[in-house]
Structures are given as structure tokens and as C-alpha cells.
């Protein structure tokens, strides 16, 4: 019973973190039709600024503010920052590709995660760093139950995360970014005819999803206290599993996606055997593609024939 | 003799909406009919199930044997080809090999006979190669020579129509669906359209079924007309009995407001 | 053939503007008249003449890798190139390829089987059933994806790629090696000979090659690949033009999957080992980076590419070449682009002046900011340390420059004329600069950045590769 609690603990906290990376992915797809290989590089990009952050305030042992101020700090500047990055790549890279065929932004797409994990490797080596999370965020605050502990990390995760996400789903259902936004992931060009500025409407989009992948890096950091510039790769290819199971291009979807998925990896992580997590993710996205590749929430796009 | 295409109580519905509503409808060979109707009334619907896009409810029959639930390459191989309203050429190949591609179904060289230029695969290309300039040949001169080896994108709006029933030609059907073929024609271009469908009538036996908004067309070539509105037939006929009903004369122009108010 | 008359001669006027003009014109008119076969001779008497010449170590295994990428990339290219199908995880069938001939021709399997030695078979057994193996797991793969549309393909292929590499690292030690490969592995043997030195493989290679260009040449003349460039412009029109869409879709993936393998079985020959890094992503992009490059849908384009960028590649490694590829590109590059010859000769000189400048007022500002040492070894680096502003510890200094550097490019493509110019000069120096400072210190990531950045050029800049032909689509 304690192996099962503690597995839902992590299954939930990862689950966060795939939400929010996941919830990038489907906005993206939402607006521009388009699968960002780069997006779980931002996260990567996002954890890296944290690292740093705790390092330009002191470091792990030797803070000078205190320490939730610091989270704070590390999850805006991380958020602001990849937030930015991203425009910065919708704007230079896919923007020309605006009507291209489907197959060059995803091209493109490969070739910026290539180029930000090598870009990492080259500003920081390939040393893996170490947030050190507990110097300052002592794990012993937790809260016990039948010999479980769920440390105030998991808890700084999961709560933040669902903070994040109603947050979100405010913005998208309530104002008028957020109907621009549904929009434009409608029709494209009926939106541009009806007045919407599509352009600052996909550079928002981008920005929100990235600031969140840039919030889950830090998370991440915190959680399993180590960065390396490969950590994207492989949690972004888990949050699009997510996003795709949940139903890609629905907001509701990623979140229930990323649960999901961190759930079933960590409970096979537990019940099954740690070697084979990835491949378990891996099997599942598989059989929901073949049984219903919309997912959860999706719709399968109307085509006029 | 039994019509070469049947169609008997076809129902298909997307969601909510009901785009074919137990139709029937015949086409007998060597018979040129059209069917009109206001746009949404399920023309093309029409052309999707019989092609096997959809699949429907009910069933249709070419040639006595029924073909729902087929995939399409395999109806268009039993004798039915179709062109687009919106015209889906394959632009970025040449026009004659647009026309080739269509052969695929006719030919058998397996890709290893193809590499080593087997004898099969070299005598298919040669047949291949005879049927498309056959079949562009029909359209004058206007798909001849040096045009063979163009790429689709660069042809004019009327030479790519042309190019989608040349290539409809060449798959050996005996059933031509035309979706719209006069579309975006002007008087001229429209006038040898409807020449050019009489003709694949007479000169090469085509059995042709058109959807066509252009009443000249219609009158021009149609032994028969078939009106449809929301997904079922509303009359069959002759052209002039067809023009003249009542209810298709509501569904083009709407009902009379002075006979609403009586 | 009718004389050309006023229709025809306005109709081909398309045509004859697409051409260049000047000697590029001429040699692209001549290109075009000689037979396709007789260039893939021209071709073979050049790989076969390179061969002949006494190349050192490193230039055969250059060589014999680019040939390698090239088949890799045309293989590729029917998968991607004619039959329009994003396959991510190509990789995987080259790593079915040198994981089954290293299987079959080495001491791996000798637990599964009751044979002591393990199956060492002839390799004129094993090739074939790794190829036919690989076409199967190609088939399988290909069914799968049918029911995908291209974004969802590319994931899931993807992650089968993934999925390979997880499969060879982690299950099965015993017999697969882990991820300590598995080694000691036969060479390519038969008819009472075996082939053992570099260039013996990369003659293999090439007859490899040159066959492979001239079979799929004809297939894709034939119906079968009419079939796939009519499923990669128009899936719905082609099913209904009696393509079997499904069938022609699965067998590009088992031709691209046996292709793949045959390479496979090559690389593992020639290295005598396998192991699971040799499969995984960077390989993969680097493929693809050879395919975008020279060309998506164009067999020639696919082997310029796989040559063009493996050799590049494989400078980037080598200390004494790497910076004459650098400067040699830059110099390239600026002879192409910028005309007349005045304007070229003006942009040399101030990139040349401007370096000096700020070279002695970095020198005069502090000793350490030029008395680091030059990433560039021989004559390069010793013509340069007067130029080049490169500090004791350069490599924070480097790493800013990158980024400016790459925020200077973008800011030039906004940029026309004259003033495109003026900021080309800097930014041309600033370059160097990082390349001295940084990027020659590490040219394994900075050949990685490369070619990460190859694909998001070509992409947005011409997506058709340097030898393909522009596609247009309905999107």
C-alpha cells in the first residue's frame, strides 16, 4: 500500500510536469498545425536558467534571499526567458514556412532541437549540473501519511502545476487573447479576414507555451535535482505522447494526457521494472494511435472532398 | 438490360447531418446524365460513395455486383474513374505522367522487373506509354508534344480539367463521373467541353455521369437529369420536364413570396 | 516534331527563364542532354579513379563514409523524397542492418543456438537475411503508420527509433551486447577472399551505389514510382486513379528499410563491431541533413548530399583541414553572392582592415585579450594571430560571440543592398573570431550546430536542396 501512495505521489508530480510541457505542444499544434520537436529542448533551456538563477543568488548553500522567494524568481525567469526564446524561434524559423508544406517546419523543427541541445552542450559542456535542491529546500518538510512521505517539492509541483494550468485555461476561455487564440487554431485565414492580428496571436501562443515548458524545467530541476542538455529529448517525446493521447490541439486533453502518462510511467516504473519505462510509454502511445488516434479529447480534422 | 450503375436506398450521414437520404438512381450504359442541383444538395456525396470515399448505408451496384464497402482503387480498377470539382491533379508530375499513373491498376510489373527491365515490365511501358498519348490525343492538339513532358502546375485552368479527364481516360473505365467539368469555363472553353462529353460518348462509349451547374451544359448533352436537394432526388426526367417542376424551380429559387402569403 | 510555333514558343517561356545564364547555363544545358546512365558512369570512373590515388588512413575513411551516407541518404529518399513519408526512425533499420550481420557473422548467437561457435555464417547468407529480415520489420512499420497522417507518423516512427536503440542497450545482454556492442565480427567473405582494409569497403560502397542509382533510377520511371510521387502530391486522388495508396506506402518503407540495412551490414564489416551509439539520433539527423541538403526527390541530390556533408563533417574533426573548410566556405560564399567584382573587393579589404583595427584596440585596451591561442593550427593560425581578438580564457568570450553572431545573421537576411553589406563585414569578423576563440576548440558540437543549422536554412531558404526540383502544393 506504501509502494502503491508513493507511486501515485510521483506518478502525479511527474504528471504535472508532463502536463505543462504537453500543454505547449498542443497550443502550438493548435494554432499552426504544427508538431514543435524543439519545445522539449525550451524545457531543457527553462531548467538551465533555473540552474543558474540559484547560482547568481548565492548558490545551493549560501542563498541571499529566501528560499520561496527564490523558486519565484527561478520560475519567472525561466518562464520569461524561454517565453522569449520561443517567439524568437516562431518569429526566425517557422514564421517563413507559414505555407510551406507540412513536411519542412517539422524538418525545421528537428534541426532547432539539434541545434539548442548542441548549443547547450557547447555554452555548458556536457557535465551534468546539480540544483542541489536539497541545501535549500530541506526534503524533511513533507507530509507523512502511513509512512509515505510527499515532500514540499512534490507538493510545490503538483500545486504550481494546477495553478499554471487554471491560469491557462482563464486566459484561453475568458479573454480575448484566449479567443483569439481558438480562433486562429480554427481557421486561419478566416480569423485574419475577421480583424484578429494572427501573427501577435501565434507569437502570444508561443510565448505562453514556452514560459510554461520554461516553468516545468525548473520543476524539474528542483524535483530530480539534475540538469543535463539531453533531458528534453526524452521528456519532450513523453509530453507529446501525452498531448497526442489526450487529444492533440485540446487544451483539457494535455492535462489529463500528462497525468496519465506520468502515472502509467511511474507505476511501471514500480510494478514492472525500471528498464523498461520508456518503452512501456512508448507501447501506449502506440495502441492509442491505432485505436483512436484523435485520443481523449481530439476531433478528427473535417477535410471537403 | 440492367443499369450499368445502381445506386438503391443510399444513406450517409456525417454526425447530425444527413447528406444522402435513401436515394435512388440509375445510370444505363451508354447514357450521358447529369444531376443539378443548389450547392449542399449532396452532388458530390454522390460521386464520394459510388468512388468509395464513404462508405454508405443501403447499397450500389456497377454492373450487377455490388461495390460498397470496396476499397476505392478497386472500384476505379472494375470501371469507375472520376474527376474533382476542385481539381486534384498531381502537379508536380509531368502531364503524361499524370496520365500514366492512372494505369497503375491495368499494369503488373512487380518493382523487381521494373529495375532489371524485364521483358513484362518493358512491354508494359511501351503500352503505358501508346495509351496515354492515345488518350491525350482526344483533346487536339492541346496536350501534344512538347506539353507531354511539362509539369501539371504550369498548364492553364482549362488544360488541367482537360488533363483530370485524360487521366480519368486512362484508368479503362467505362463509367465516367465528371464533377463540375465546365467550372470556371468561359462560353468558348464551355462550349468545347460540352462537345468534348458528347464525344466521349460517341467515339469512345463512355457511359458519363455529370454533375454541372452551367445549364447549357446541361441541356446540351444530358439524355437524362436528375435534380437532388438535401440529399435526396427531388425529380428525374428530361431536361426541359426536369427545368420546369416545381419543386426544382423552389429549391434554385425559392418559393414565390406572394404564394407564401396566400 | 512540328516546327515551334507562337503558342509553344510563350508556353516554354517558364521554361527558359528557370534557366541560369553564363557558364552555370551551359554546364546545366550540357548536364541535360547526356543520358542518365552515361553520368552514372562519369560518376563510377571518378569514385573508382578516387580510389586509385594513394589516399592516408583518414582520407579512405572519409571516403568510405560518405559513400556509406550517400547510400543512406538515397534510401532515404524513398521514403521521404518520392513517397512523401516523414520516417524519424530510419536509423533503426540501418541498426537492424549492423546488429543483424554482427549477429549472424559473430560469437552473439551462440547461447540462442545449440552451435558452440555461434552462427558465423558465409556473408553471402547473411546479407540477404538481414535484407530480408529488415524489409519485413519495414512492412510492419509501414502498416502501422497508415492509419497515421504525416505529423503522428513522424512521432511514432520516431519513437520506434527510440525504441531500437533502448531494445539493442538494454534487453537481451547476453546476445546483443548491451551496451557494449558486440564485437569481433567477420568481415565481408566469400569465394575464397575477404575484405579487410578500408578501401577494399569502400570500393564495396560504391559498386554498392552506383547499382543502387541506376535500380531505383529505373523504378522511379517505372509505375511503381509514378505511384509513390502520386501518393506523396495527392493521396486521395491517387487512391482513386486506381493506386493502392496502402500497399504503395508500405513497400516505401521496405525498400527505404532494406536499403538502410544493406548499408548497415557495410558499416558493421568495415568497423568489425556494433554498438547502440552508433544508432542513435544525431546519426539520424545527420542523414536527413544529408538528403535536405542535396535534395529531397532527386537520387543525385540525395548522393551530393551524403557526400557534401560527411566529408564536411569529417573535416570539422580533423585539426589541420577544419579551418580550411571554415574559411574556404566563408570565401565561398562571399565570391558567390557578392557582385560586382569592386563591391568584393571593397568587402575583403574592410573585413581585412576592420580586423587589424580591432585587433589593436583590443591589444591596447588589454595584453589578455589577444594573447589567447588560435583555435587554428599551421599556416591558418599563424597568419591569423595578428587578426583574430581571441582572450587568454576564451571561452565565455566565445560563446557570447556565437550568439551575437547568430542574432547578426538573422539581422542580415532583413537586410538589402548596401547596407546588407556594411553589416557583413563585422559580422564576418566576429565569426572568425568565435571560430578561433571557440568552435575550432570543439568542432564535434560545432559539426552538430552545423548541421542542425543545415536544416533549418535549407528549409526556410530552399527547401528543394541544391538538386531538386521546386514541388508545388496545395496545402
Not at chain 1, 498545425?33 to 540552474?51: P, Q, S, T
Not at chain 1, 503538483?158 to 482563464?170: E, K, N, Q, R, V
Not at chain 1, 516504473?269 to 528498464?275: A, D, K, P, Q, V
Not at chain 2, 444530358?222 to 425529380?235: F, M, P, Q
Request: hydrophobic share 50%.
Amino acid at each position: 500500500m506504501q509502494i502503491f501512495i508513493q507511486t501515485l505521489v510521483n506518478g502525479l508530480t511527474t504528471g504535472s510536469l508532463y502536463a505543462l510541457i504537453a500543454l505547449g505542444y498542443t497550443m502550438v499544434y493548435g494554432v499552426l498545425k504544427l508538431l514543435n520537436f524543439a519545445h522539449g529542448d525550451l524545457f531543457m533551456v527553462g531548467a538551465f536558467i533555473g540552474y543558474f538563477a540559484i547560482g547568481w543568488f548565492g548558490g545551493p548553500t549560501a542563498l541571499t534571499i529566501p528560499v520561496p522567494l527564490l523558486v519565484i524568481i527561478m520560475l519567472v525567469i525561466a518562464s520569461l526567458g524561454v517565453g522569449g526564446l520561443g517567439v524568437a524561434i516562431e518569429r526566425f524559423a517557422y514564421r517563413p514556412l507559414r505555407n510551406a508544406p507540412r513536411i519542412a517546419p517539422l524538418i525545421t523543427a528537428l534541426g532547432i532541437s539539434f541545434v539548442l541541445e548542441n548549443a547547450v552542450l557547447l555554452f555548458f559542456g556536457g557535465l551534468t549540473r546539480y540544483y542541489n535542491t536539497p541545501a535549500f529546500i530541506p526534503f524533511s518538510i513533507s507530509i507523512h501519511i502511513d509512512g509515505v512521505s510527499i515532500g514540499i517539492v512534490n507538493i510545490i509541483i503538483f500545486a504550481g502545476s494546477i495553478i499554471l494550468m487554471l491560469g491557462l485555461t482563464a486566459l484561453v476561455n475568458r479573454t480575448v487573447l484566449g479567443k483569439s487564440m481558438r480562433a486562429v487554431a480554427s481557421d486561419r485565414e478566416a480569423a485574419e479576414m475577421l480583424g484578429i492580428n494572427v501573427d501577435r496571436t501565434i507569437a502570444m501562443t508561443f510565448f505562453i507555451g514556452s514560459a510554461l515548458a520554461g516553468a516545468a524545467g525548473v520543476m524539474y530541476g528542483l524535483y530530480a535535482n539534475q540538469v543535463a542538455n539531453l533531458i528534453g529529448f526524452l521528456a519532450g517525446l513523453k509530453a507529446f505522447t501525452a498531448a497526442v493521447v489526450g487529444g492533440i490541439g485540446s487544451i483539457p486533453g494535455a492535462m489529463i494526457g500528462g497525468m496519465f502518462i506520468g502515472l502509467c510511467e511511474s507505476f511501471s516504473l514500480s510494478y514492472i521494472s525500471t528498464r523498461y519505462g520508456d518503452l512501456f510509454v512508448f507501447a501506449i502511445l502506440i495502441a492509442v494511435m491505432l485505436v483512436r488516434p484523435t485520443g481523449i479529447f481530439g476531433q478528427a480534422p473535417l477535410q471537403k472532398v | 438490360m440492367a443499369p450499368l450503375l445502381e445506386l438503391d436506398s443510399v444513406r450517409l450521414a456525417f454526425g447530425g447531418l444527413r447528406a444522402l437520404h435513401d436515394l435512388d438512381l440509375y445510370v444505363n450504359e451508354h447514357e450521358i446524365v447529369s444531376v443539378i442541383g443548389p450547392n449542399g444538395a449532396g452532388k458530390s456525396t454522390v460521386f464520394n460513395v459510388v468512388t468509395g470515399i464513404y462508405r454508405p448505408g443501403g447499397d450500389i451496384r456497377f454492373d450487377g455486383k455490388s461495390i460498397v464497402g470496396r476499397r476505392p482503387h478497386k472500384i476505379t480498377n472494375l470501371g469507375i474513374a472520376r474527376t474533382f470539382q476542385s481539381l486534384r491533379l498531381f502537379l508536380n508530375m509531368t502531364v503524361k505522367e499524370n496520365v500514366k499513373t492512372a494505369t497503375y491498376g491495368t499494369t503488373h510489373a512487380t518493382p523487381i522487373e521494373s529495375m532489371l527491365r524485364l521483358p513484362r515490365a518493358r512491354r508494359e511501358a511501351r503500352e503505358v506509354d501508346a495509351r496515354a498519348e492515345d488518350v491525350l490525343s482526344f483533346f487536339g492538339e492541346r496536350l501534344q508534344g512538347y506539353r507531354f513532358d511539362q509539369p501539371a502546375y504550369s498548364l492553364s485552368y482549362a488544360n488541367r480539367r482537360r488533363l483530370e479527364i485524360a487521366r480519368a481516360m486512362a484508368t479503362g473505365a467505362r463509367l465516367l463521373l465528371l464533377d463540375e467539368p465546365a467550372a470556371g469555363m468561359n462560353p468558348n472553353e464551355t462550349h468545347e467541353i460540352t462537345e468534348l462529353i458528347g464525344r466521349l460518348r460517341d467515339e469512345r462509349g463512355y457511359t458519363i455521369l455529370v454533375i454541372e451547374h452551367d445549364m447549357h451544359v446541361v441541356e446540351g448533352i444530358s439524355d437524362r437529369v436528375i435534380a437532388l436537394d438535401h440529399g435526396e432526388k427531388l425529380t428525374e426526367g428530361s431536361f426541359h420536364e426536369v427545368a420546369n417542376h416545381p419543386d426544382v424551380v423552389e429549391a434554385y429559387l425559392g418559393r414565390n413570396p406572394e404564394a407564401l402569403q396566400q | 516534331m512540328s516546327p515551334i510555333g507562337v503558342d509553344e514558343w510563350v508556353a516554354r517561356s517558364g521554361d527558359r527563364r528557370q534557366q541560369h545564364s553564363g557558364p552555370l547555363g551551359a554546364l546545366s544545358r550540357a548536364y541535360a542532354r547526356v543520358n542518365w546512365w552515361q553520368r552514372l558512369l562519369v560518376l563510377a570512373a571518378l569514385g573508382v579513379a578516387f580510389g586509385q590515388i594513394g589516399a592516408n588512413g583518414f582520407q579512405q575513411i572519409v571516403a568510405f563514409n560518405s559513400v556509406l551516407y550517400a547510400i543512406l541518404a538515397v534510401g532515404l529518399n524513398i521514403v521521404v523524397g518520392w513517397a512523401g513519408l516523414l520516417d524519424l526512425g530510419y536509423i533503426a533499420f540501418f541498426g537492424i542492418g549492423a546488429y543483424g550481420y554482427a549477429m549472424f557473422s559473430s560469437h552473439a548467437l551462440g547461447s540462442l543456438l545449440t552451435m558452440t561457435g555461434g552462427a558465423e555464417l558465409p556473408t553471402i547468407a547473411a546479407v540477404p537475411i538481414v535484407l530480408v529480415f529488415a524489409g519485413l520489420v519495414g512492412m510492419v512499420i509501414g502498416l502501422i503508420s497508415l492509419r497515421l497522417g504525416g505529423d503522428y507518423l513522424a512521432i511514432v516512427t520516431l519513437f520506434f527509433g527510440l525504441a531500437f536503440f533502448e531494445f539493442v542497450n538494454n534487453v537481451d545482454q547476453t546476445n546483443l551486447g548491451g551496451n557494449n556492442g558486440i564485437i569481433a565480427l567477420l568481415p565481408w567473405h566469400g569465394f575464397g577472399g575477404e575484405i579487410r582494409s578500408t578501401i577494399g569497403y569502400y570500393y564495396v560502397v560504391l559498386i554498392i551505389l552506383i547499382l543502387l542509382m541506376a535500380a531505383l533510377h529505373l523504378l522511379n520511371e517505372s509505375r511503381t514510382g509514378r505511384a509513390w510521387r502520386a501518393v506523396r502530391d495527392d493521396e486521395l486522388a491517387a487512391e482513386v486513379m486506381t493506386v493502392p495508396v496502402n500497399a504503395v506506402k508500405v513497400m516505401a518503407f521496405s525498400f527505404g528499410a532494406m536499403v538502410a540495412a544493406l548499408a548497415g551490414t557495410v558499416f558493421a564489416a568495415q568497423q568489425g563491431n556494433v554498438f547502440p551509439t552508433n544508432f542513435q539520433s544525431p546519426i539520424l539527423i545527420l542523414i536527413y541533413a544529408c538528403l535536405v541538403l542535396g535534395g529531397v526527390g532527386s537520387i543525385g541530390g540525395a548522393v551530393l548530399g551524403g557526400l557534401a556533408v560527411t566529408i564536411v563533417q569529417q573535416m570539422l574533426g580533423s585539426p589541420t583541414d577544419e579551418g580550411y573548410l571554415f574559411y574556404g566556405i566563408i570565401l565561398l560564399a562571399l565570391f558567390w553572392k557578392v557582385r560586382p567584382w569592386q563591391y568584393l573587393a571593397a568587402t575583403l579589404a574592410a573585413i581585412v582592415g576592420f580586423g587589424f583595427a580591432a585587433h589593436a584596440i583590443a591589444g591596447a585596451i588589454s595584453r589578455s585579450a589577444i594573447a589567447g591561442p588560435t583555435g587554428s593550427v599551421g599556416w591558418i593560425g599563424s597568419a591569423l594571430r595578428h587578426w583574430v581578438v581571441v582572450p587568454v580564457n576564451g571561452e565565455t568570450y566565445g560563446n557570447i560571440l556565437f550568439v551575437v553572431v547568430v542574432c547578426a545573421l538573422i539581422g542580415i537576411i532583413r537586410l538589402r543592398g548596401i547596407v546588407r553589406l556594411v553589416a557583413v563585414v563585422p559580422t564576418i569578423y566576429f565569426a572568425a573570431c568565435c571560430w578561433e576563440s571557440r568552435l575550432s576548440v570543439d568542432p564535434a558540437i560545432t559539426a552538430e550546430i552545423m548541421i542542425g543549422g543545415i536544416l533549418v536554412v535549407m528549409m526556410a531558404v530552399r527547401p528543394h536542396g541544391i538538386l531538386g526540383t521546386r514541388r508545388v502544393e496545395i496545402v
